[in-house]
Structures are given as C-alpha cells and as structure tokens.
C-alpha cells in the first residue's frame, strides 16, 4: 500500500497527505511518516510549496485528533469496552489511560510525535475521561505542528531520500524518547526519596 501510496503524491499532493495525517491519527494503518517525508522531498525539489504542505500534515492530524477526542466524549464507555476486547488495544488502553491522569497536557503533547502509537487511544481517553477540550487541542494542535515540521522537515533536508530521512528520525527520536525515559525516570526516583515511598 505504501508505494501506491507514494506514486499519488505527484497527483493528488496535499489532499493525499492530509488524509493520509487524518486516517493515521484513528489507528488506522497509514504511512503518513514516509508521505510526510516524500512530501518534504517534494517541497525541497520546487513541486510542493513548504507552508501548504506543512499545514496540509499538520490539519489532516489535528481533524483526526478532535474526531477521536469527540468520538471519545460522544461514545466513550461503549466504545472504550469494545476496543478492549483486544489485548494489545486493551494494552496501549490502559497506558493511555494512566499518562492521562498523571500528565494530561503533556501526554497530549508527546503522543502526537514521540509517543505517536499512543495518540489514537489519548484522544479516545481524553474525550471518554471529560479531559478539557481547550486544553486537548491547544496541546494538539502544537504537538502535530512539531510532528509536521520534523517529518516534511526531514524530507526537505534530506531532498527525498525517504530512506536516509527514515533512519535518521528513527535514530534520533530513539534518543530522544530514551533520554525522557530516563529523566521521568529519574524524577520518579528523586520524588519517591523525598517522600519516603
């Protein structure tokens, strides 16, 4: 599905990566890295210009992110009991869950580029949990800003070579989430010391 993917670039452009964005961002299994990446390609060859192309990515995420949010606030037990059902929903689910309830704003935030497999099910979790809506977008719309701009970004930089591009993110936000695990971590730590717990 990929290259078939990739080969409508050309043709339909911007209207292809939002979708692309859209669907990705309610678990559906789309490309929309290697299209944001392919799509920076073109923005670094002169065929897409770079701020349509930043807010096509960026738009397509944001609408899928308020469709999951309010499919959450509008369906959220029912729809929260069914996704269950599976054991790695069920998983990712409970994961959810618990960063919502810890650190809302920030799990918004982060799961929109970082943590970007949790998103999907934040969204649903913070619709279900009556998490605030300003608060949910305002960390949203940020978050899906940095996940734009470092996908078309990278594609730019690297003048599509969408391999190159791929394996240098995959690297580099490798570190990225490593190191916040280990100061979350170490935060963790200190606060339990200084508790006694």
């Known amino acids: 599905m990929t290259d078939w993917l990739l080969a409508l670039v050309p043709q339909y452009g911007l209207w292809l990566l939002a979708a692309t964005t859209f669907l990705s961002c309610l678990a559906l299994p789309f490309p929309a890295s290697i299209l944001m990446l392919t799509a920076g390609g073109f923005v670094a060859a002169g065929d897409l210009a770079l701020a349509p192309t930043l807010a096509a990515a960026a738009g397509g995420g944001i609408a899928g992110d308020q469709l999951g949010y309010w499919a959450g606030r509008s369906f959220g037990t029912r729809l929260l009991t069914q996704l269950r059902r599976d054991p790695g929903r069920d998983r990712l689910l409970a994961k959810a869950v618990a960063i919502m309830d810890r650190r809302g704003t920030s799990a918004v935030f982060l799961t929109r580029w970082l943590f970007s497999p949790l998103g999907p099910w934040v969204n649903l979790t913070a619709g279900s949990t009556g998490y605030g809506w300003p608060r949910f977008t305002t960390a949203g719309v940020a978050g899906e800003a940095v996940w734009a701009g470092i996908y078309v970004g990278a594609g730019y930089a690297f003048a599509g070579n969408v391999e190159a591009a791929s394996q240098m993110l995959g ?18 730590l200190y606060s339990s010391q200084r508790t006694g717990v």
């Not at 690297?171 to 963790?188: E, F, K, N, P, Q």
């Open 171 to 188: 690297s580099v936000l490798g570190v990225v989430a490593g190191a916040s695990a280990v100061l979350i971590l170490g935060y963790w």
